[in-house]
């Protein structure tokens, strides 16, 4: 190098990568939009979807779409972002047409697998990643921003491990290292916080609503940021409520109600409030002479 030579950014960073996006759902675009910050270069993205393309066009402009073996064959980093269910047929399907390349970065999305479900794709010579970012996806420009501190639940064989790190990391996310075997219920358990969470409030609001309140979105606001806040501190300390209480008669004007107004409710009501009061019994949160009357009026009409 010429001594009188300073060397860019981008020139200072070692090992910038080709990128490329098989799957242009929420999740894809928008980590190919964060290796770009980081100065790796993303060349190539298949998508299926108007609305896929459309996102595509937006987060990785100028990136051309094509087949997911023409990804390959230009991309020296992948990432397979399709639905979980989708993606060992996928894999099978690249490796045995030869898309697959020695030395190739092959990195899934999926919470549920490790990398044992990219063994075609090792066998062709790749190296496998599993790389979950642990957040929620809305397709858009925030999400770029919402990788800052992200989780990542990163699954990897031990000489890649420190590949698997920087590319989390230059992504702005922090690497969290799960064993093979325990990804499932590592998925488990972002389910029931993530996805049941969005079902909860869902119902939430349509009570608060046909309950008369106008805005129950401002009204739940503070309530559950609260709730989300200490639980995240204090774990089963932070139970409150009737059911913690063992007040037996409220649950049961609630019952009454729900079956009323809203009898879909029901189910998940149950079975919410027997687990809260199984934690708040197990804490001793709950005194044992008051969970016999609400456990009683917790029980499904069909055990009665």
Not at 112 to 132: C, D, M, S
Not at 190 to 213: C, K, P
Request: proline fraction near 7%.
């Amino acid at each position: 190098m010429n001594a009188s030579h300073t060397p860019s950014d981008a020139e200072a960073r070692p090992a910038r990568l080709t990128v490329g996006v098989v799957g242009t759902g929420r999740v894809g675009p928008a980590l190919a939009a964060a290796l770009a910050l980081a100065g790796h270069h993303p060349v190539a993205a298949s998508g299926v979807s108007d609305t896929s393309r459309r996102r595509a066009a937006n987060l990785l402009p100028d990136v051309p779409l094509v087949e997911p073996a023409q990804v390959l064959a230009k991309a020296e980093l992948v990432l397979l972002t399709v639905p979980d269910d989708a993606l060992p047929g996928l894999v099978s399907g690249l490796a045995e047409t030869g898309a697959v390349r020695p030395g190739q970065l092959l990195v899934h999305t999926s919470g549920r697998y490790g990398v044992g479900v990219l063994e075609p794709a090792l066998r062709a010579g790749a190296l496998p990643l599993a790389l979950h970012p642990a957040m929620t996806f809305t397709g858009t420009s925030v999400d770029v921003q919402r990788l800052a501190g992200c989780s990542f639940g990163v699954t990897a064989p031990y000489e890649l491990r420190m590949a698997a790190e920087a590319l989390v990391i230059e992504m702005g996310g922090e690497p969290e290292w799960i064993e093979e075997s325990a990804r499932p219920l590592y998925h488990a358990g972002l389910a029931i916080g993530s996805n049941h969470l969005v079902t909860l409030v869902a119902q939430s609001i349509e009570l608060l609503r046909a309950s008369g309140v106008s805005e129950p979105g401002r009204m739940l606001g503070p309530l559950l940021g609260a709730a989300l806040d200490n639980a995240l501190r204090s774990g089963d300390a932070a139970l409150t409520g009737p059911v913690a209480r063992g007040d037996a008669g409220t649950v049961a004007a609630h019952l009454v109600e729900l079956r009323k107004h809203s009898p879909q409710a029901v189910a998940s009501y149950l079975a919410m409030a027997r687990a809260t009061a199984d934690r708040a019994l197990a804490n001793g949160m709950l005194k044992p002479e008051l969970a016999v009357a609400l456990l009683d009026v917790l029980r499904d009409e069909g055990e009665r």
